[in-house]
């Protein structure tokens, strides 16, 4: 072999070997690399598999101490308040069905006393049927008259002085029954009746009198 042959080959066998260890290495041999330099992917799917730690105590508390502070307060306001409202309510709920009960009865009373003048009497059992309409509940009791509180918002004499009326006050001054106590009036005018056996006045004078003529 010539001088230069082996020259070529010389040439062609360090280029080689220069290529090849240029090469990067495989990743396989590099096996320290995943534990110390962790890739993006690795690093994203190192966090998708960390364990989630078990929730706080404080949301599970606290609702907890809401629906007792709320179970609390509903019973504590019935006790407070529902009661003292039913009390209120109901006592001036009885005292306006006791005039609209009087209303209806002195009308009844006419009616069956007139039995002896058939156009009187139509007339007047026309008034009966016209006050039991609008002496019911959702007319007496509507929003027109009063708040959704029970509280009144017409006028009761007494109210401007201070402030403390009675039922009976209240009872008055409502407009629907007032008005059909002056039509009671002026029936009871008409017809000259005494009123006060509806109250058991005249039994009771009587019944003091008989025991006076006895002793």
Same mark, same amino acid.
């Given at each position: 072999?010539?001088?230069?042959?082996?020259?070529?080959?010389?040439?062609?066998?360090?280029? $080689?070997? /220069?290529?090849? %260890?240029?090469?990067?290495?495989?990743?396989? @041999? &590099?096996?320290? =690399? +995943? *534990?110390?330099?962790? $890739?993006? /992917?690795?690093? %994203?799917?190192?966090?998708?598999?960390?364990? @989630? &730690?078990?929730? =706080? +105590? *404080?949301?599970?508390?606290?609702?907890?101490?809401?629906?007792?502070?709320?179970?609390?307060?509903?019973?504590?306001?019935?006790?407070?308040?529902?009661?003292?409202?039913?009390?209120?309510?109901?006592?001036?709920?009885?005292?306006?069905?006791?005039?609209?009960?009087?209303?209806?009865?002195?009308?009844?009373?006419?009616?069956?006393?007139?039995?002896?003048?058939?156009?009187?009497?139509?007339?007047?059992?026309?008034?009966?049927?016209?006050?039991?309409?609008?002496?019911?509940?959702?007319?007496?009791?509507?929003?027109?008259?009063?708040?959704?509180?029970?509280?009144?918002?017409?006028?009761?004499?007494?109210?401007?002085?201070?402030?403390?009326?009675?039922?009976?006050?209240?009872?008055?001054?409502?407009?629907?029954?007032?008005?059909?106590?002056?039509?009671?009036?002026?029936?009871?005018?008409?017809?000259?009746?005494?009123?006060?056996?509806?109250?058991?006045?005249?039994?009771?004078?009587?019944?003091?009198?008989?025991?006076?003529?006895?002793?």
């Amino acid at each position: 072999m010539s001088i230069p042959q082996a020259d070529e080959q010389l040439s062609t066998l360090i280029a $080689s070997t /220069t290529i090849v %260890s240029s090469s990067p290495p495989p990743t396989s @041999i &590099n096996d320290l =690399s +995943d *534990i110390f330099f962790s $890739s993006p /992917t690795s690093t %994203s799917t190192a966090q998708t598999t960390l364990p @989630i &730690n078990e929730p =706080s +105590d *404080i949301p599970r508390i606290r609702s907890i101490h809401s629906t007792n502070g709320y179970r609390d307060g509903i019973s504590t306001s019935k006790t407070r308040f529902i009661q003292e409202g039913f009390d209120e309510g109901y006592t001036l709920s009885a005292v306006l069905g006791l005039r609209i009960g009087w209303i209806l009865g002195v009308l009844e009373g006419i009616c069956s006393a007139l039995s002896a003048k058939p156009a009187e009497q139509s007339r007047v059992r026309k008034l009966l049927g016209d006050a039991k309409r609008e002496l019911r509940t959702e007319n007496v009791f509507s929003r027109d008259l009063f708040e959704e509180d029970g509280t009144w918002v017409f006028h009761v004499e007494g109210m401007e002085k201070d402030g403390d009326v009675m039922f009976e006050d209240v009872a008055d001054a409502h407009p629907v029954i007032g008005k059909w106590r002056r039509i009671i009036e002026r029936e009871v005018e008409k017809w000259g009746l005494d009123l006060r056996v509806f109250e058991g006045r005249e039994w009771e004078e009587r019944r003091q009198k008989e025991e006076i003529v006895e002793s």
